[in-house]
């Protein structure tokens, strides 16, 4: 059986789905993007008068989706720590890798106790962000 989570301080998921799904000792985070929990407005992004978007920070939606997974891992009654596995979706490898990889140095400053990770890059996600986390964190039984 698994128990679905849905964080009501978390961002809106962007289709019909729970923020999370916790399966015995796994927590499976459903993909979580760089939007601002109160707006919903995409962190960074720089848009025309016509909406159209011209450019984006992507130090500053490394630390929206951070942020975000963390809420999400609290609501689920885990913590940062718990984080055994990371597949990460960026949308232009060449152009963020290097940024995204300081940032996440900041956030897991020790290699060794850092999750598992796996770095995509892609054409595109389903809103105009940069990047997406999908994590799986690991309760201790």
Known sequence: MSEA????????PVGHYPHARRVGGLLF???????????NAIVGNVHDAEGRLLSYDIDA??????ANVRTVLQA?????EQLVDV???LTDMER???AYNRVWAEYFPDAAAAPCRTTLG???LPTPIAIELKCVA???E
């Open 5 to 12: 989570i849905q964080a009501g301080s978390a961002p809106v």
């Open 29 to 39: 985070l459903s993909g979580i993007g760089p939007r601002d929990p109160a707006t």
């Open 61 to 66: 939606q490394c630390r929206a989706v951070f």
């Open 76 to 80: 689920s009654g885990a913590r940062w």
């Open 87 to 89: 597949t990460v979706y």
């Open 96 to 98: 963020d890798f290097q």
């Open 122 to 124: 892609i054409d595109a």
């Open 138 to 140: 690991a309760f201790e």
